[in-house]
C-alpha cells in the first residue's frame, strides 16, 4: 500500500537554529499538505500546494517558515530561526486532488530546546 | 465559524461498550466531514467519512450519525475494543471557496480489557 514517507521522524533542535523536514506523497498525488500538530490538538493547516504552486499559506508564520515543492512531487518545510514555541508534530498529507481523501504521513517529532 | 467542536475531550469505555463521540459545527458550507484515528507516534488515519446528503453511514463497527439541521455529527464505535484506544478528530471541509480541511480538539478513547 502507497503511503506518504517523510524524514527525519524525530529532530532535536537548539533555539535559533535552522530545521528542514522532507515530505514524499503518493505517486500521483497533486496536492500535497503541511500540517503543524501541537500536544494534545488537532492538526492545523500550515500550507497547501497544488502541483508546484502554493494554493494557501495563510496560517504559515512566513517571516521563520518556508516551504517549497519544486517539481510538483516532493516538498520540504523549513524554519529559521527555530522557537521553543514550535516544538510539535510536523505532519505531511497528500491527496489526488484537493477535494479528495486526505493521507497522512508518520510525521516529525520536533523539539526545540 | 470556520471551527469544528469536539467532545469529549477524554472517553473510557469498557470492551464491548459503545463510545460516542460528538463535533458540531457553524460554516453551513461545509459537505465533507471525515473522522480520523490517530495512534501515539503516529499520522492520522482516515476511518470513515459522511457527505450532508445521507444521515448515517457504517463501516464495520464505526457509524456516522449526521443532523444537517443541528449542525451536528457523531462517531459510534459498535463492540468496541482493546485496539481501538487512540484518538480520535473529527473534520470538516468545503467544496468550494474554503476547501481547508478543519479539524477538532481530539478525543482520546480508552477502553478497557
Known amino acids: 500500500e502507497a503511503e506518504v514517507a517523510q524524514s527525519p521522524r524525530y529532530k532535536i533542535t537548539e533555539k535559533s537554529q535552522a530545521v528542514a523536514f522532507w515530505c514524499d506523497p503518493i505517486?500521483?498525488?497533486?496536492?500535497l499538505y503541511w500540517y503543524r500538530q501541537i500536544l494534545g490538538q488537532g492538526p492545523e493547516l500550515l500550507v497547501q500546494?497544488?502541483?508546484?504552486?502554493?494554493?494557501?499559506d495563510s496560517q504559515l508564520p512566513k517571516d521563520r517558515f518556508s516551504a517549497e515543492r519544486l517539481k510538483g512531487v516532493d516538498s520540504t518545510l523549513k524554519i529559521q530561526p527555530a522557537e521553543l514555541g514550535d516544538s510539535a508534530m510536523y505532519l505531511c498529507?497528500?491527496?489526488?486532488?484537493?477535494?479528495?481523501?486526505?493521507?497522512f504521513g508518520p510525521g516529525t517529532r520536533l523539539t526545540v530546546t | 465559524q470556520q471551527q469544528v467542536k469536539q467532545s469529549p475531550q477524554s472517553l473510557i469505555v469498557q470492551k464491548g461498550g459503545i463510545p460516542i463521540i460528538n463535533c458540531a459545527y457553524e460554516n453551513t458550507a461545509f459537505d465533507y466531514f471525515p473522522w480520523y484515528q490517530q495512534f501515539p507516534g503516529k499520522g492520522p488515519a482516515l476511518l470513515i467519512a459522511?457527505?450532508?446528503?445521507?444521515s448515517e453511514k457504517k463501516e464495520g463497527r464505526f457509524t456516522i450519525s449526521f443532523n444537517k439541521s443541528a449542525k451536528q455529527f457523531s462517531l459510534h464505535i459498535m463492540d468496541s475494543q482493546p485496539g481501538d484506544s487512540a484518538t480520535y478528530f473529527c473534520?470538516?471541509?468545503?467544496?468550494?471557496?474554503?476547501?481547508?480541511?478543519?479539524f477538532g480538539t481530539g478525543t482520546r478513547l480508552l477502553v478497557s480489557p
Open positions: 473534520a470538516a471541509r468545503g467544496n468550494t471557496g474554503f476547501q481547508k480541511l478543519v
Open positions: 500546494f497544488q502541483d508546484e504552486s502554493v494554493v494557501d
Open positions: 505517486s500521483g498525488h497533486a496536492t
Open positions: 498529507a497528500s491527496s489526488l486532488d484537493r477535494v479528495e481523501e486526505q493521507y
Open positions: 459522511i457527505r450532508p446528503d445521507v
